[in-house]
């Protein structure tokens, strides 16, 4: 798709973040869509396109009162949001709709009416990893780390590190979740959940939501925010549990999706101001950083050593504090879509100063797949 | 050694050829008649080439261990004590998820890189699953 023709015209959080047991998964969809629709000046009868994972697309357009002529429910775990938005800009790109709200809502913490998901006995995970005792994410996304450590001279301590920066973004912003600075001890001295994982390399879980709605670009001035453009965008999936990863220190789906969308916005990764890596365990982004191009195999340690994506750095990363301190309902990557919008609107808690080019990268299940996007505030 | 689950694989017609193998106290890997790729788990068509003429051979249960993470908090049927959830890299290639046993559950006994040997250990007339510990010989 050709770059800049879709832009970001509403976005918004539910109204609160963290502990929100009044609120159901559908009633969160609908708190951050009717926010989404208020910042963006529309009416949900102005909605002709709905997205969403983890609820059902139809329960959310029922609750709105739509009947959408455009359709997406991929579920693909977090980065779900990422591949709803890049197939709503190629569907509005192809006339299919014109203007479509992608929401996230999830009630991580309180667990009401979530969605269910049954686990089956005789597919790859149910067959060949379940009866070794695999439970929640952090006993099967971790489990690629000790070869990453090893093979890439990387300590316990560097994952310890991304958790300490992350939280000094997260100390800026009156939303975070978690904002008290900690040291790497206090990372290394955490319990241990999940050798070599401590509790503090390990994703927040609380309730929450997030909703994005997209049009064509030279619609963009008509809404009260500053547009956000798709300059470039990119998706892949790889394995579908992780000891079927091909690599244990590198991820094919991080690399398929990031070089797509690098190469669609035609941008060199010196032109990135900001950028965002879901985290949903301490290692994700040292994956990140080196499978998308910003650091050489093995130098992300480095990188996260010399403060290069902490405050006052070259590359601000994870600037709402990530899932890490910011917040995580379970797919979180409709809070790095939306931090992205803000840092390119101006508006961040966190502002990094001037930015023009945000990319976010996005992670789905055990590292199965990404979505990747290279978003801009100029034309 | 007795080890016990209670969440079982579900065989299907794909892979039926290979907890059939476990049964017998063979370690039924796939390869690739036309590329040579040995590959698991199984699938129908080769992942390299996409060859369907597929051949199934006995691997020989030597491995080394990938990487692991020690469970602080095992699913509710897994007991009580902190356990390994390891990936050994098979000697033909293939990766695959297992518990290393019969050597204690601690970073300073589970070491990268170190042979491991399949173990199988039956479950019931349907199901016996391989396991792995520290190479014997």
Redesign the interface.
């Known amino acids: 798709m050709k770059p800049n023709t879709i832009a970001i015209v509403g976005a918004a959080e539910t109204t609160r973040l963290g502990v929100i047991p009044e609120l159901s998964t559908l009633g969160l969809n609908v708190d951050c869509a009717m926010n989404a629709l208020e910042d963006a000046g529309l009416k949900p009868k102005d909605i002709d396109g709905i997205a969403t994972a983890g609820e059902h697309p139809w329960n959310v357009a029922a609750s709105l009162g739509i009947t959408p002529k455009w359709v997406d429910g991929t579920s693909v775990g977090g980065c779900s949001y990422f591949l709803h938005v890049r197939h709503a800009a190629a569907a509005i790109a192809a006339g299919y709709c014109d203007t479509v709200l992608v929401t996230h809502g999830e009630s991580g913490r309180s667990q009401v009416a979530p969605p269910r998901y049954g686990a089956n006995p005789a597919n790859f995970l149910g067959q060949f990893e379940m009866p070794y005792g695999i439970a929640a994410p952090v006993t099967q996304f971790t489990v690629p780390v000790l070869r990453f450590l090893k093979d890439t001279g990387t300590t316990q301590e560097d994952l310890a590190r991304v958790a300490v920066v992350q939280r000094e973004w997260a100390a800026m912003n009156p939303r975070a979740t978690l904002k008290a600075p900690i040291t790497i001890d206090d990372v290394m001295n955490s319990p241990m959940i999940a050798y070599p994982f401590r509790k503090l390399m390990c994703c927040l879980v609380t309730d929450g939501g997030g909703a994005l709605i997209l049009t064509r670009a030279d619609r963009g001035k008509d809404f009260p925010t500053k547009p956000v453009y798709i300059m470039g965008s990119g998706e892949a999936v790889e394995n579908p549990t992780i000891s079927m990863m091909a690599d244990f220190t590198s991820s094919a789906s991080f690399r398929v999706s990031g070089k797509a969308a690098f190469e669609s916005a035609g941008i060199r990764h010196a032109d990135v101001d900001h950028l965002m890596i879901y985290d949903a365990f301490a290692h994700v982004p040292l994956y990140g950083l080196e499978d998308l191009g910003f650091c050489k195999r093995g130098e992300a340690k480095d990188f996260l050593r010399e403060r290069r994506s902490a405050p006052g750095g070259e590359l601000p990363m994870n600037t709402n504090g990530g899932g890490l301190s910011y917040m995580h309902s379970g797919m979180y990557g409709m809070y790095a879509l939306q931090e992205s919008v803000r840092q390119m609107r101006g508006t961040a808690a966190a502002q990094v100063a001037d930015a023009k080019i945000s990319v976010c990268h996005g992670v789905g299940n055990m590292f199965s797949a990404a979505g990747t996007f290279v978003f801009t505030n100029e034309l | 050694m007795t080890i016990l689950?209670t969440?079982?694989?579900?065989?299907?017609p794909e892979?039926q050829h290979y907890w059939d193998g476990c049964a017998q106290s063979e370690l039924r890997l796939q390869r690739c008649r036309a590329c040579a790729q040995a590959y698991f788990?199984p699938r129908p068509v080769c992942p390299s080439c996409a060859a369907r003429d597929i051949e199934i051979f006995a691997a020989s249960g030597r491995a080394t261990l990938?990487?692991?993470?020690?469970?602080?908090?095992?699913?509710p049927d897994?007991g009580k004590d902190?356990?390994s959830?390891?990936?050994v890299l098979l000697e033909e290639g293939p990766?695959?998820?297992?518990?290393i046993i019969d050597c204690p559950q601690t970073?300073e006994a589970l070491i990268?890189?170190m042979p491991v040997e399949v173990v199988f250990i039956r479950q019931n007339d349907a199901i016996t699953?391989p396991f792995f510990r520290p190479a014997q010989g």
């Open positions: 689950r969440v079982l694989p579900q065989p299907t892979t788990p990938h990487s692991y993470i020690i469970n602080q908090r095992p699913r897994m902190p356990h959830i390891a990936v990766k695959m998820m297992t518990n970073p990268l890189d699953l």
